[in-house]
């Protein structure tokens, strides 16, 4: 079996050339020296000045060539190895090997630059990560914990020395890498217990998978949206019943004094039937109050059925008596919905539209009316009820409980459609026309 050839390096090569392009050169001269009639003194002092020279310029050419290789490899193993401060000298750039030079130059200032802001860019997350309150985790293939920051060690009450690099499973986390991505979580931790955010994610380091866990505390957030919420509650009550409980009060009084006065008046007893006749009035007011709050509070979840919507419509439209309303129509859509609720949405919709437009009647405007349009919007099937009315003066309390700016209103209609629209999956937006003075009413609902 014969043996492989063997190559010639790199080095070989170029001294192999070298010696090559001299030797016709070099074999000539030997020749007319050795064939003419030298002294052999005279010829073996030649022939080795000859050789001699040939076999230098041969091994300085290959040094020439050779030793800006090992630069540039020194130069590139710096890069390799992450040292980008080394420089290669006589970089110029007329003339080949000084180009190949400045590049690799410019190579290792953009290197050492991108690895700055690498740097920076990590500290800085590194800070953001420890300052904020939201714990976060990272986990690798094999469900090991790789990191943690400061609030992720409080929330498993361990340092980092004693978590980083145990299974999911021992550190309590092994719910959080299964299941959907995001959700809430009912768990109790070493740092606290509570109800939990949890989103996870995805990403790769080193070519490999791994897995994000942010977890955050919801129970602090819910708390203090439960006070706010009973905060607004009460003082709404208290304005409400302060209102009905301070006339009742001072009329009492007075028809107390009037009782206890034994020299009364020809007319006291008109006194007491009109005292008394207010103080059922605004026991009577107070009792609508309670019975809105109550119906905002039982509104029970929708019960989802086939609805024609076009049907729907001139259902609610036909209710309405005291203007007309004009439908404009729009799709022939039967949808799931709660056709008992919407149709309630709609009948306040249209009631405060044909009330704005009965006012700018009332003002000298004779063709202020109402219309109502349906069109499919993508994904979803949008409900506008338009008027001519005089338009929104406070946006910013449309959907305040009980605030309302009518004298019998009880300031529950519209928090009312809110949450029905929500509890469909949809909205309930208000807002002024655009090119003319009135309002626009749009109810928007999950479509097939």
């Known amino acids: 079996m014969a043996k492989p050839s063997r190559r010639l390096s790199l080095e070989q090569n170029v001294a192999l050339y070298a010696l090559l392009g001299g030797l016709p050169a070099v074999v000539t001269a030997l020749c007319f020296l050795w064939l003419g009639d030298r002294p052999p003194k005279e010829q073996w002092t030649l022939t080795l000045l000859i050789a001699g020279c040939w076999f230098g310029f041969a091994l300085a050419a290959q040094n020439l060539v050779i030793r800006p290789l090992h630069t540039m490899a020194n130069l590139l193993s710096a890069l390799r190895e992450g040292d980008f401060a080394v420089r290669a000298r006589g970089a110029r750039r007329d003339e080949a090997l000084g180009d190949v030079l400045a590049e690799i130059n410019t190579l290792s200032r953009t290197l050492q630059d991108q690895r700055l802001s690498a740097l920076e860019a990590t500290a800085l997350l ?39 690099g145990r299974d999911a499973a021992e550190i309590g986390l092994a719910e959080c890498l299964e299941g959907p991505a995001g959700r809430l979580l009912n768990l109790s931790f070493p740092g606290g217990a509570g109800r939990w955010g949890m989103r996870r994610s995805e990403f790769r380091e080193g070519g490999r998978p791994h897995q994000l866990v942010v977890i955050a505390d919801l129970s602090r957030t819910l708390r203090e949206e439960e006070l706010q919420a009973w905060q607004r509650l009460v003082r709404v009550l208290g304005h409400e019943l302060n209102n009905s ?33 207010i103080i059922a009035s605004r026991a009577e007011s107070l009792g609508r109050f309670m019975q809105a709050y109550a119906r905002l509070a ?7 059925a086939p609805c024609e919507f076009h049907a729907l419509v001139h259902r609610v ?13 729009g799709p022939n859509l039967v949808f799931p919905c709660d056709a008992a609720q919407i149709e309630q949405v709609l009948i306040n919709l249209v009631k405060n539209a044909v009330e704005a437009a009965l006012e700018q009647q009332a003002n000298g405007r004779a063709d202020a009316g109402v219309r109502v349009a349906w069109k499919k919007n993508g994904a979803h099937l949008d409900i506008l009820v338009e008027d001519d009315g005089p338009g929104i003066a406070q946006a910013t309390n449309l959907f305040v409980p009980f605030f309302t700016t009518k004298p019998e209103g009880s300031g529950i209609g519209l928090v009312l459609c809110r949450q029905i629209a929500e509890n469909h999956g949809g909205a309930l937006t208000l807002a002024n026309r655009e090119n003319a003075p009135g309002c626009v009413a749009t109810l928007r609902l999950p479509a097939p």
């Open 317 to 329: 439209v036909a209710l309405e008596r005291r203007l007309p309303v004009r439908v404009l129509g």
């Open 126 to 164: 590194r800070t953001v990560m420890e300052e904020i309150n939201i714990a976060i985790f990272a986990f690798d293939s094999e469900r090991k914990l790789r990191l943690a920051n400061h609030a992720g060690q409080l929330l498993l009450g361990k340092p980092a020395e004693r978590i980083l």
């Open 245 to 277: 409980l301070a006339p009742i009060k001072s009329i009492a009084g007075s028809l107390g004094s009037l009782l206890r006065n034994p020299r009364r008046a020809p007319d006291w007893e008109e006194d007491m039937r009109g005292g008394l006749d």
């Open 298 to 304: 039982r509104l029970p979840q929708p019960a989802l």
